[in-house]
T-cell receptor, first 112, second 111 residues
């Protein structure tokens, strides 16, 4: 009902394999974000997008890439998964300004 | 990148008590937001404050933005078990659409 869905919700993958997480929105919001949440570190920004094909790095972007070919979809790819990328990943959307973010329910990724 | 420090990290109190949690930084914010996160879910926006000294009330929750725009507090009156969760503050710099989050206060209300 919030208009943002993440898939998959859970994933276990092996070290060295590529992984793609998907964020889909039906709100037509301009801004989309990927965060990771880890104990003791809170939510840290990985990448964000301010429009179709317009993306930029956040504070923890190493080892991650993103793509946004349509307004509604924002993909996060772990190029070669490592154990340090085991985390809960959240996507968020925003219209910008001071209106706040709407978050998805998260993807719990385990790299073994 | 501005750092947001939240205190306390953990708080456990009895139902019916009052509590205050804090969010502080050495930097000036353009706006500050508070979110609540429950296990297995993403954070949910509670409030945005944009003016120094601003006070906003949401039922039993009172949010205050410091006069110097460097700090904020969240006060809960007569806490209820439904208030249990992780409370996160987040701030933006002027002209920047990116939110920086604090590490949160994990609140437990004991029935």
């Amino acid at each position: 009902d919030a208009g943002i869905t993440q898939s998959p919700r859970h994933k276990v993958t092996e070290t060295g394999t590529p992984v793609t997480l998907r964020c889909h929105q039906t709100e037509n919001h301009r801004y989309m974000y990927w965060y990771r949440q880890d104990p003791g570190h809170g939510l840290r920004l990985i990448h964000y997008s301010y429009g179709v094909k317009d993306t930029d790095k956040g504070e923890v972007s190493d080892g991650y890439s993103v793509s946004r070919s349509k307004t509604e979809d924002f993909l996060l790819t772990l190029e070669s998964a490592t154990s340090s990328q085991t985390s809960v990943y959240f996507c968020a959307i925003s219209v910008g300004g001071d209106y706040g973010y709407t978050f998805g329910s998260g993807t719990r990724l385990t790299v073994v | 990148t501005q750092l947001l420090e939240q205190s306390p990290q953990f708080l456990s109190i009895q139902e019916g008590e009052n509590l205050t949690v804090y969010c502080n930084s050495s930097s000036v914010f353009s706006s500050l937001q508070w979110y609540r996160q429950e296990p297995g879910e993403g954070p949910v926006l509670l409030v945005t404050v944009v003016t120094g000294g601003e006070v906003k009330k949401l039922k039993r929750l009172t949010f205050q933005f410091g006069d110097a725009r460097k700090d904020s507090s969240l006060h809960i009156t007569a806490a209820q078990p439904g208030d249990t969760g992780l409370y996160l503050c987040a701030a933006t710099n002027f002209g920047n659409e990116k939110l920086t989050f604090g590490t949160g206060t994990r609140l437990t209300i004991i029935p």
